[in-house]
């Protein structure tokens, strides 16, 4: 196809979630797809929209999903809060294709070969099977944390919720190695996160699914959602490597101080703190982290995001004595540029939130970690750290300062220690592998392409 001499390109629509685990994908998909000769354009919501000028060589579509400053997960519940986003922004997506549609057939735009949509942003699918474009979902998160969703109804109708604190370190049956503490909860009641994960573990009419995993990390789970789906399965992961995009994701500003901050300390000596994007903690668990720290007599660089520690606006509810007690062995920001972070070689280790977007930052760059799950998808991608790859600790027992200084001194120190940063080297070199021509991950790219053209 061809326009004033100009060959026009075919098209993805690529329809993100607005949480940055979500959307960070996404964008690196985009990129990764524009690489290989496709045109991308992203149909996103205004609610955490993304920067265009970072991706000059996208078209972005906003649109307009109605939300209030009240519209939060936290005022009307995480379902109530996918939905009326879902119900707002279909209308107009299926507008704007449309209009596309039309645009393509006087030769003014590619043509449109598909739709790729985040698992929770289901009225994209529909509006593709309105408009009989080819759809296909992508999951965001860790495969076996959806092999877990699947079962949780016929937990329930075997009688297992709600469940009783003797049954927690149990293992589910037909879910080894998880244990009733690990299943996914949405944070809400037993009903609200049933009534979740019926929409978002169904498939509908989409036609494959793109999994942000690498094979051999998953191979317990993916043959079992395989059997379930029956669709092509796509393991383009880790995508932020997959893309060789250097715009930066990030919904937060980054502050990119703490690089310099990180060049006066040894090698392998800092433990990196960040929670992600989402999570709150309260006053106590700031004041036993902060001690912890302290005490471990570790250099550390800790994000702090502003908000997070509920009851406060940033650092005022930090301990008194702290800050000079820990001096230039402390560096707090607001957001770190995490990627660099963890594959700077002072960092040594990461004591993370356990989402799966920094899991795989971490992977990637053979870093050990301390794992703090607390809702969703964590706790089970904790449970893989700790107890499958064993390149980290999870802090499971009571939280506190003594807790939190004695599991940074075991991720540091000794032979265990040094046994988790050999397996997490071992990963790291298995996953640029999988990388590289003709591995798995390689190979599911070229494939996927293929798929659409």
């Excluded at 502003?306 to 062995?329: A, Q, T």
Aim: some cysteine; aromatic content about 10%; charged content about 20%.
């Amino acid at each position: 196809m061809e326009t004033q001499g100009k060959k026009v390109q075919k098209r993805l629509v690529l329809v993100p979630f607005p949480f940055q685990g979500h959307m960070t994908p996404m964008l690196q998909l985009g990129a990764a797809l524009e690489q290989k000769g496709l045109s991308v354009t992203i149909a996103h919501t205004c609610h955490n929209a993304p920067d265009p000028s970072q991706y000059p060589r996208f078209e972005f579509r906003p649109l307009a999903d109605n939300l209030t400053s009240l519209d939060t997960p936290k005022n009307i519940g995480v379902l109530n809060f996918i939905k009326k986003i879902n119900t707002n922004c279909e209308a107009q997506l299926q507008e704007f294709l449309v209009q596309k549609i039309e645009q393509e057939q006087e030769g003014a735009y590619g043509q449109v070969v598909g739709i790729i949509y985040d698992t929770l942003m289901f009225c994209a699918e529909a509006v593709a099977d309105k408009l009989k474009i080819p759809s296909m979902v992508i999951r965001t998160s860790f495969s076996t944390y959806v092999l877990a969703t699947i079962a949780m109804p016929r937990l329930q109708a075997e009688g297992y919720f709600p469940l009783q604190d003797s049954m927690l370190e149990e293992l589910v049956p037909e879910l080894y190695p998880l244990r009733f503490k690990d299943l996914p909860f949405s944070g809400g009641n037993i009903e609200e996160t049933l009534a979740l994960y019926a929409i978002t573990s169904n498939l509908r009419s989409s036609s494959a699914i793109i999994w942000n995993t690498v094979d051999f990390l998953e191979h317990l789970s993916l043959p079992r959602l395989q059997q379930h789906y029956k669709v092509p399965f796509f393991t383009v992961g880790p995508l932020h490597k997959t893309s060789s995009m250097s715009s930066s994701t990030s919904l937060l500003e980054e502050d990119k101080t703490c690089m310099e901050w990180l060049d006066k300390q040894a090698t392998n000596s800092v433990i990196y703190v960040s929670l992600g994007s989402l999570v709150l903690i309260d006053a106590e668990e700031l004041t036993e982290t902060a001690w912890g720290l302290a005490n471990s007599g570790h250099p550390f660089l800790w994000v702090i995001r502003p908000g997070s520690v509920i009851g406060s606006e940033w650092l005022e509810l930090l301990p008194e004595g702290f800050i000079e007690n820990v001096g230039e062995r402390c560096h707090i920001v607001k957001w770190a540029p995490q990627k660099l972070v963890l594959a700077h070689k002072a960092v040594g280790g990461f004591w993370s939130h356990c989402g799966w977007n920094s899991t795989l930052e971490s992977l990637c760059e053979g870093k050990p970690m301390m794992c703090r799950p607390f809702y969703v998808d964590q706790p089970v991608v904790s449970r893989f750290i700790s107890y499958v790859w064993k390149i980290g600790l999870e802090l499971e027992t009571k939280f506190d300062r003594r807790n939190v200084e004695s599991t940074i001194r075991r991720l540091f120190g000794g032979k265990e220690g040094e046994e988790m940063r050999e397996r997490a080297i071992e990963i790291k070199e298995k996953i640029e592998s999988c990388m590289s021509a003709g591995g798995s991950s390689f190979n599911s790219l070229n494939n996927l392409v293929d798929f659409f053209l």
